[in-house]
């Protein structure tokens, strides 16, 4: 079956860094775009960053542009989201993700994606 699971969090000063890992299992994670997103407590969960199959295209949220950096190794079948000046706004969990059903870079919603992890609690805070 499935399984995404995600690494990597923690808690970081305003302007640290964190990169965080989602090993996937279950699935030919090459063949396939993969996403991270975000919830902050009480909010709605976020687009982040997606990355194609092969790793030769990304896009980011704008709220993260600049600061955050998606990638995969599909020899590993892991994608990675390497966060720098992170802000409180931040703060929340973080989901990598799996679309299935097509390549297309401006899939950024969640009802779009077919399978989920369990999420790592990132906490930006002095």
């Known amino acids: 079956q499935v399984q995404l699971v995600e690494s990597g969090g923690g808690l970081v000063q305003p302007g640290g860094s964190l990169r965080l890992s989602c090993a996937a299992s279950g699935f030919t994670f090459g063949r396939y775009d993969m996403g991270w997103f975000r919830q902050a407590p009480g909010k709605e969960r976020d687009f982040v960053a997606r990355?194609?199959?092969?790793?030769?295209?990304?896009y980011y949220a704008d709220s993260v542009k600049g600061r955050f950096n998606i990638s995969r190794d599909n020899a590993k079948n892991t994608v990675y989201l390497q966060m720098n000046s992170l802000e409180p706004e931040d703060t929340a969990i973080y989901y990598c993700?799996?679309?299935?059903?097509?390549?297309?870079?401006?899939?950024?919603?969640?009802?779009?994606?077919?399978?989920w992890g369990q999420g790592t609690q990132v906490t930006v805070s002095s």
């Open positions: 993700a799996v679309d299935y059903r097509q390549a297309d870079m401006r899939r950024i919603g969640v009802s779009m994606y077919d399978y």
């Open positions: 990355i194609s199959w092969s790793g030769g295209s990304t």
